[in-house]
């Protein structure tokens, strides 16, 4: 089946599997065929076309224009981003976590030209808007008409003409290309802030495809989505469950014990998540209804630790286990098939289909067995690059050295900035990364984001962050904090403050105030030191 487009996975399903549920959050459903008739009304409401005639009512949303959604797991976020591709919009899921800096970063750096989200979430983020020069539409998804700010729209009343045309003469035909942009997903880097990885309809379609190939998802499966979807991996349990017409189960949890009693409940066939949830699913006591249902469990974002996936065997003796690896920039790169857990535990496995990974030493070279090198992927799951930053994108995206292109090609690769080694059976192992990154609950996290907020606080002089090892969380989050002079903050005033400014993944678990940070011959902080330093905080 030839898709250009991911809404295509939408329709192309509604075509086939037209009663069949497709997503369900709470006790609400919808179907394939209800879920293709509010994404193509919310995508004639986003162009400002009436679904009879297609004339413009209001300003038109032009192929290209990000649309950001920033909203929980729930039905009008998934009805949200696949109606922007369906108008040839570029999404911008908005990890619902963020708070108002981090948010207004990204509004402003990708220019959004709509943004989707609710009343008290706008009403938060109105200071950030005050000086957005880009935005000029804001859809608000739950409230009422007296309570709509008169700068704002309600969401609902896009969908007002869903039901008045046949599905099939329904869909706005807004013409885009597999190479168009379809998404923009940010990423933390090791320095500065966030970067907006570009993803293609290609990128898409074909991460789909590998994946759904690799773990045979098919109509019969019920996926849940615990994942936020502004994480590529979260947003991969939604394109491939479209894919093959599978059904996908929107979770919020708040304690790990609810993601066991949704898997019984929704008898959930495919679960996904990152290590520190799978450390504390693999304490508790699975009934036997979850155990029976659960046809597979992946794991990404961070190394599995052998004792957690034999637990999880032992609990759930009739499930596949897939331990994967993969970076935004190219959607997924590998995954070890379950058969080979036994004897290859730690490995991130082999390239998925449709992909190609070498190790390259730093003179260029393949690398020989257990030699270690830098992982580098190749094939139609690269993506486009990093939004509005030639230099990053430049750094990340490089050809292959002269020497290899007449062999792999001279297409551009992404060179992941990860350490592995692959053994004579050619099986990947993960070594560890060649930047400072903090790798923490199964996030990428930039130093130089959480040190720059730090620094913004008028009692702080210098700040380095750094990631301790943990066992639970892959890595904590220390601050190292010398204060300005004559200042008198204590350690809860300043956490408090931090605390304001940061989503809750990036809380610092640990702050020690320091009456100087140690600095190398280059007259920068000396990171290894103060790891050293500090040694005693890991778990």
Known sequence: MMFTNIQDF????????????????????????????????????????????????????????????????QMETVISLFATTTAGGVFVPINSLLKPPQVGYILDNCQVSVLITSLSRYRQLQKTLANNLHLNRILLTDCSPEDCPENCERWIDQLAQVGTEPLNQARPHIQREPDDIAAILYTSGSTGQPKGVVLSNRNLIEGANSVAGYLANHSDDKILAVLPLSFDYGLSQLTTAFLVGAEVVLLEYLLPRDVINAVAKYQITGLAAVPPLWMQLADLDWPTDAKQCLRYITNSGGAMPTTITQKLRTTLPATQVYLMYGLTEAFRSTYLDPKELCSRPTSIGKAIPNATILVINTKGEICQADEPGELVHIGVHVSLGYWNDKDKTEQKFRKLPSHLQSEYGSELAVWSGDIVTRDQQDFLYFVGRNDDMIKSSGYRISPSELEEIATTHPSVQQVAALGIAHSQLGQSILLVISLAANATITKPELMKFLKKQLPNYMHPHFLEIADSLPRNPNGKINRPLLQENYRQLSS
Do not use: C, M, W
């Open 10 to 73: 939408i329709s192309q399903a509604a075509s086939r599997f037209a009663p069949k549920t497709a997503l369900t959050h709470k006790d609400q459903s919808l179907s394939y065929s209800e879920l293709a008739a509010k994404t193509n009304a919310l995508a004639s409401g986003l162009i400002g076309a009436d679904l009879a005639d297609f004339k413009p009512s209001q300003p038109r949303l032009k192929p290209g224009e990000r649309v950001a959604v920033y909203l929980p797991k």
